[in-house]
């Protein structure tokens, strides 16, 4: 692939997903192991489940989805994919 | 009527749709060339939109375990399983995500099908190209096996029916509809299964919840069974640190070396349909695996005594919901198993009639044969390669169901590091994609075999480590191979 602005542009977004996978990892851990770790017999419940469940299962999916959402849509770009396609100059992406 | 009969029909009236729909896909074939025709039937013309590419990565990633074997898991190890199984989460927009849009702009400028094509294109290496054929052939073909194995088994439980009538039904089913209507029947029936998944993950749960007498009930029955069922580390600390994190190695990172998953990536049709994608697919995949695997964890406080965990999902789905119901949501399991058994067997014709008969007897020139001797040349080696598979799990051989067991890290071993180290890093090379592939395949078979302490760690952690190594160490021994 030609070292053009596409390739900038999709070699960002691929880092950005890895970010997005990164702060899953840390919610997921930092809920689940953070707020686990007790006696099972202290632990908190939140709607019936205990509280480490529920944030880094229940409530850490659905968050992730929203944030990946708003980097999708604001950091993302379009771009032709099709090697003949128009030219990168004449798109910069936006829409 | 008996039960056995209304849980059937739905699965046959299910199973008939799937090859309607297959039919309609081979129309929409007619009249192309011979390459033309290779870019629809292999790949479907890249012409994806995004909720189909959704459904798509998630119903081929979505199989046997994620629906008998992971459910039966958390129902003896408890709620630490499903803290392990939302691993799985960040799968489908990791891939579509790190493989992105350089690949899809790859795959297109080097008229790339398959993953085989690509790494052709990347290395220009023959034995690169042979290694991974054979890799893909030989895995695909025993990850089938025990996918069929697992349905058959499903089917014969539930509805008492015997072993070989499941295999044979959703067996010919699954292989006529791959032959005949290729990737394009295959993603749409993917798309219809990844509906039904969820609708059946829905159900299951709220009858299991139910039954148990509402959550809170079922955390505090699962707790006086075993406190260790409601902690993240499971009874006995069964489900240590070291080993769920290296989940995040095998399901995390190891799935874009899936050929099966990455495959995909190349075959959308603009870059709209890859960003909504990468959302719903998060939506629906999360959303199915907090479901099944809640539903085998509680499981427990409603039938606490099953002998054996993958008995939890078919008596959950039997017992819970009456015959008809258990019909329609038994098809879900069966539909993750064909969704996944559809895209592989798709691949390995691919590999046999792509990859290795064009390129290597008519010298890559696809136009060399006529479009109709095309036409039936795929839809037999489907076929046939299909039925094989079939036969084979009447009377599973030892043997295949022992490299099974290497499937899944075998093919990330071969693939992960070519794939995606080919794609970002520019100095890497067929020397560098050689040993990164036997050294990781021998790698993960021998510490398979050997199961040295690693104190918890999952194999596929060391594995990618020495694919990894022995990708950059290749590629710099050997400089001035690279493009």
Sequence with gaps: MKQDKRGRQADREALLALAVYALYFAWWYACGYGLGSGDPETYDYVFGFPAWFFYSCIVGYPLITLLLWAVIRFLFRDMPLDADGPAPEERDGKQ | ?483
């Design chain 2, 1 to 483: 009527m008996n039960a056995s009969t209304q849980i059937v029909i739905p699965v046959v009236v299910y199973l008939a749709a799937s090859i309607g729909i297959a039919l309609w896909a081979r129309g929409r074939s007619d009249g192309a060339t011979s390459q033309g025709f290779i870019e629809e039937y292999f790949l479907g013309s890249r012409s994806m939109g995004g909720f189909v590419l959704a459904m798509t990565i998630v119903a081929s990633y979505a199989s046997a375990s994620s629906f008998v074997g992971g459910p039966g898991v958390a129902y003896r190890l408890g709620l630490s399983w499903v803290l392990l199984a939302m691993i799985q989460v960040p799968t489908v927009f990791l891939t579509l995500g790190i493989l992105g849009k350089r690949f899809a702009i790859v795959a297109r400028e080097t008229r790339s099908v398959t993953i085989t094509d690509y790494l052709r294109a990347r290395y220009r290496s023959d034995t690169v190209v042979i290694l991974c054929s054979l890799a893909l052939i030989v895995f695909f073909m025993t990850a089938m096996l025990a996918q069929f194995i697992g349905g058959a088994r499903l089917f014969q439980t539930v509805t008492g029916y015997p072993y070989a009538v499941g295999l044979a039904l959703f067996g010919l089913s699954v292989v006529l509809y791959t032959a005949v209507g290729g990737f394009r029947a295959v993603v749409m029936t993917d798309a219809i299964q990844g509906l039904v998944m969820t609708t059946a993950v829905v159900v299951v749960l709220l009858a299991v919840i139910k039954a148990g007498g509402g959550v809170a009930q079922c955390v505090a029955t699962l707790r006086d069974i075993d406190p260790g069922l409601i902690s993240p580390t499971g009874p006995n600390n069964a489900v240590p640190q070291p080993f769920t994190l290296s989940f995040w190695v095998l399901v995390g990172i190891g799935v874009l070396g899936l050929p099966q998953t990455a495959q995909r990536c190349m075959g959308y049709r603009d870059s709209r349909a890859m960003h909504q994608a990468m959302v719903v697919g998060t939506l629906f995949i999360g959303f199915m695996i907090l479901c099944v695997h809640l539903a085998g964890a509680f499981g427990r406080a409603v039938f606490p005594e099953l002998p054996a965990g993958d008995l939890a999902m078919p008596t959950l789905i039997v017992q819970l919901l009456p015959p008809v119901w258990a019909g329609i949501f038994i098809a879900g399991p069966l539909a993750a198993i064909m969704s996944t058994v559809d895209s592989m067997l798709l691949l390995v014709s691919a590999a046999i009639i792509k990859d290795l008969y064009i390129q290597y007897r008519l010298h890559g020139d696809a136009a060399a044969m006529p479009v109709a001797t095309l036409k039936k040349a795929s839809f037999a080696i489907t076929a046939v390669v299909g039925l094989l598979v079939v036969v084979a799990a009447i009377e599973p051989p030892d043997l295949l169901v022992w490299i099974n067991i290497f499937a899944f890290g075998g093919l990330e071993a071969a693939f992960l590091c070519p794939i995606v180290l080919g794609l970002y890093w520019k100095r890497g090379n067929a020397a560098g994609a050689i040993t990164s592939i036997l050294g990781g395949v021998g790698a993960y078979i021998i510490l398979s075999l050997i199961k040295p302490d690693m104190g918890g760690l999952h194999a596929i952690v060391p594995t990618t480590l020495v694919s990894a190594v022995g990708f950059v160490a290749g590629s710099l021994a050997h400089p001035g191979k690279e493009n």
